[in-house]
């Protein structure tokens, strides 16, 4: 790692004076410390410009000519203080900021919880269509190894009538989920729970769809990720050697709480090949997104019931 600066931080708050000055002395510092970019963003310039604006507060489409605009000198220790952090801890940028997008809405994320980045937004931003859609939404819906909440959280956006509830086995990650349900005044039509996957469900909880973004990483992949993402929680990436740990238990236990003419929707990532590897028999869809992803497979409950000996017996 390339040394920041031999600045100190008296001197660097007396030079650099504008926004415009510390997006350019971010991005230098990015480079020079071949950052890796993919909790947000994909590019040192993309990743100076969130950081900046994010923690002063501004949008992201904030008009060009304020980045010319004077900062005081807290807000430039504070901005010198995160530039360092990134390039030396290598924490990813929601985590210093506290926050984090999905499917167009602001959430809480910490070193708690995964920062938010799943694909399935984009089914969530479309309402699941074909299956679902505004005038036919799914009365209730179950966000699986919830984290942050925002898979759920959005769904409830998504569809206005509909009871979400959020799960997971992390009682921390819990704790940031509730804290979302909160921001987003949605106390009345979103709840949270402690549940190990399906365990703590009653057996009447049924469902007409169950979405899940489950610990997927397999022994392979978690070895080679980049030191960002080794600072967020192990518990919500590792999922044994072919990363199907999770995903064969929630084959073979979500049609007990999936209502006929339910959908299953599970994002397994690079463990797709392993999954087809180990159920060939089953016509798995796997979903089409017009950004760059893959890894996410759609189940109806039929199918469920069909493949159901398979999904017990891998178990």
Not at 11 to 40: I, M, P
Not at 196 to 216: G, Q
Request: aromatic share 8%; charged share 25%.
């Amino acid at each position: 790692m390339s040394p920041i600066t031999n600045q100190t931080t008296t001197s660097l708050v007396q030079e650099l004076k504008t926004l415009r000055d510390f997006v350019r002395w971010a991005l230098t510092n990015f480079n020079k410390n071949h950052l890796y970019y993919g909790h947000g963003t994909d590019n040192a310039w993309d990743e100076a410009l969130h950081l900046v604006l994010g923690s002063l507060h501004l949008p992201s489409d904030t008009d060009e000519r304020l980045l010319d605009a004077r900062l005081t000198q807290l807000e430039r220790e504070k901005l010198i203080d995160l530039i360092k952090q990134r390039c030396e801890t290598r924490t990813p940028l929601p985590y210093l900021l506290g926050e984090s997008w999905f499917a167009g809405l602001p959430f809480k994320v910490d070193a708690r919880v995964l920062i938010p980045r799943s694909p399935i937004a984009e089914l969530i931003i479309n309402c699941f269509e074909p299956w679902f859609d505004a005038a036919q939404p799914p009365a209730k819906i179950l966000d699986l190894c919830t984290g942050s909440g925002c898979i759920g959280i959005a769904c409830a956006y998504a569809f206005p009538t509909s009871e979400v509830l959020l799960s997971d086995i992390s009682q921390d990650a819990l704790d940031v989920a509730k804290e979302n349900i909160s921001r987003h005044h949605l106390d009345l039509r979103v709840t949270a729970l402690a549940s190990n996957l399906f365990s703590n469900l009653e057996a009447t909880d049924k469902f007409d769809l169950i979405v899940s973004n489950p610990p997927y990483v397999d022994i392979q992949d978690l070895a080679a990720m980049p030191e960002e993402y080794h600072q967020e929680p192990e518990l919500a990436l590792a999922a044994g050697e072919d990363g199907l740990d999770l995903v064969k238990v929630i084959l073979a236990k979500a049609r007990t709480h999936l209502n006929d003419g339910g959908l299953l929707v599970v994002e397994v990532g690079n463990s797709e090949i392993h999954l087809e590897a180990l159920f060939p028999q089953v016509p798995f869809l796997w979903v089409e997104f017009e950004a760059e992803a893959r890894g996410v497979f759609v189940l109806t409950a039929e199918q469920l019931d069909e493949f159901q000996a398979d999904f017990t017996a891998a178990i």
